[in-house]
């Protein structure tokens, strides 16, 4: 089944200290990608994109992300992570063909960050 | 100003009771969205709207029903609340104009049915 997956639910790092997020796709063709970030209380914004081009792109609040087709990722990175970063972070993907083109989501990241 | 907007934030009701959630938009997108969100779960399409007279059913849309009153509002009604309807409720949108898809969000209500 076409899915996005977060393999990890809950990460924990110190301030600091560079910080990657997992996301897999299942789609045959490359689908349009994002990355979406929930501060507490607060809802979703959209740190980055994808949709063709240069493989690695760069979004708001410091974060990039890598498009890597071999292995059907969009993975987050962010060298120095500040305490600010403590959030739930989701992955989305617009599949490439069909589904009217609407998000399907991961179930997200939730990173919690140490002093 | 907000360019999506939820209106109320927080409700607390009871079961069995009809309650309405209201969105708002001044992003002049044509596309709306209600999400429901749940810990462990995500984020789950209720009920989208590609325009006024298009309105079509998410994975989990028993129980609610919505309303396009106009391009820039959206709502959702729930008939008779029942206690696993408590969750963030968010309501997004997208323009359906070039190939941008990505959504825009209201800050969300948070929805206790006791």
């Known amino acids: 089944a076409q899915s996005v997956t977060q393999p990890d639910i809950h990460i924990t790092v110190s301030e600091g200290a560079s910080l990657e997020l997992r996301c897999n796709y299942s789609?045959?063709?490359?689908?349009?990608l994002f990355w979406y970030v929930q501060s507490p209380g607060q809802g979703l914004q959209l740190l980055l994109k994808y949709f063709s081009g240069d493989t690695l792109v760069q979004g708001i609040k410091g974060f990039e992300a890598e498009f890597k087709r071999s292995q059907s990722s969009f993975n987050l990175r962010k060298p120095s992570v500040h305490w600010s970063d403590a959030a739930e972070y989701f992955c989305a993907v617009v599949p490439n063909a069909g589904n009217n083109r609407k998000l399907i989501w991961g179930l997200g990241t939730s990173l919690a960050v140490n002093p | 100003d907000a360019d999506v907007t939820q209106t109320p934030r927080n409700r607390i009701t009871k079961t069995g009771k009809r309650i309405m959630l209201e969105c708002s938009q001044t992003k002049g997108h044509d596309r709306m969205y209600w999400y429901r969100q749940d810990p462990g779960l995500g984020l789950r399409l209720i009920y989208y709207?590609?325009?006024?007279?298009?309105?079509n059913k998410g994975e989990i849309s028993d129980g609610y029903s919505v309303s396009r009153q106009a391009q820039a509002k959206f709502s959702l009604s729930l008939e008779s609340a029942i206690p696993n309807q408590t969750a963030l409720y968010f309501c997004?949108?997208?323009?359906?104009?070039?190939?941008?898809?990505?959504?825009?969000f209201g800050p969300g209500t948070r929805l206790t049915v006791t």
């Open positions: 709207s590609f325009d006024v007279k298009d309105i």
């Open positions: 789609y045959g063709a490359t689908p349009y």
């Open positions: 997004a949108t997208s323009d359906s104009t070039g190939f941008s898809y990505e959504q825009y």
